[in-house]
């Protein structure tokens, strides 16, 4: 679906990618993950054709995002961490936004706002929403659209626990085998259950990119195992009961995933983690 091919962007003089290479196919729920600064967000940005490359290109379905063409914007929605809504009412944001989504469905959008927990109607008026009520509207919206490609930067930001429960529902119940969700996010905890393709960067290149299933074959997680050898390990970190640890899975045994494991353990041994997953 998406292939980003030699990509190099920069800010003024900061260098962010350098002849960066990185393939999507439809149908995965991903997940982004990467440190502050480690070019998350930027990535998402040219991926929509919001930001320019200065070399490379980034195709989405063979057509090439920087053209921006009507047919392939249909196609495609981001939700950014940062957002505004218009001080109008839900009804009129519908009737000026849907046209540009052919697959748009407003019973899809009703279910998605019941799932929320918020009042099924469209005279909603969005400026006197709160922050986290405006962002439950936007999500609800962005997967009534049925984009073929949907993007969100770090959606659970902002909202109750409740309303990231109710996420990880209307998330997987909104998804098909023709769709791609990609979600960037440091609040791990809140997507570890549902994604499943783990894409990890950090200073602009990418350290892992695997599905959840290769992930739990080739690694092993403890969590609170007062069993673990450190020295045996790739990665540890001390807990209550003993250690959440990430270990090489010798002997094919089941575990849970662990996220925030995974992403710590690949950032203090990303050579390991390289040999594992390239071997």
Do not use: W
């Not at 980003?4 to 920069?10: A, G, I, K, S």
């Not at 609800?140 to 409740?162: Q, R, V, Y």
């Not at 769709?179 to 290149?205: A, F, G, P």
């Amino acid at each position: 679906m998406i292939s980003v091919e030699n990509l190099t962007f920069n800010y003024k003089k900061t260098a962010v990618f350098t002849d960066f290479d990185l393939t999507i196919g439809k149908g995965r729920i991903l997940g982004l993950l990467g440190k502050n600064g480690a070019g998350k967000s930027t990535l998402l940005y040219l991926m929509t054709g919001l930001l320019q490359p200065r070399k490379g290109r980034i195709m989405y379905n063979n057509v090439n995002v920087s053209k921006r063409y009507p047919g392939m914007l249909c196609d495609m929605f981001i939700v950014p961490e940062e957002f505004g809504l218009p001080d109008i009412s839900l009804r009129s944001y519908i009737k000026l936004n849907s046209p540009f989504y052919p697959r748009f469905s407003k019973v899809q959008l009703m279910e998605n706002l019941t799932h929320f927990e918020l009042d099924v109607n469209d005279k909603i008026h969005l400026g006197a929403l709160s922050l986290g009520q405006k962002k439950k509207v936007f999500m609800s919206f962005a997967l009534a659209t049925n984009t073929s490609l949907l993007i969100m930067d770090e959606p659970t930001n902002g909202l109750d626990i409740p309303g990231k429960s109710q996420f990880k529902k209307f998330v997987v119940s909104n998804m098909s085998d023709e769709r791609t969700m990609l979600i960037s996010t440091h609040q791990v905890q809140d997507v570890e259950k549902m994604i499943e393709q783990v894409i990890i960067l950090d200073d602009s290149k990418i350290l892992l990119n695997a599905s959840t299933t290769d992930i739990c074959q080739k690694l092993y997680f403890a969590n609170d195992d007062n069993r673990v050898d450190p020295e045996q390990a790739i990665y540890t970190t001390p807990s209550i009961q003993g250690y959440n640890a990430l270990l090489l899975n010798r002997n094919n045994d089941e575990s849970v995933l662990n996220l925030e494991t995974l992403f710590n353990g690949t950032l203090s041994n990303p050579l390991k983690i390289k040999e594992i997953f390239t071997s």
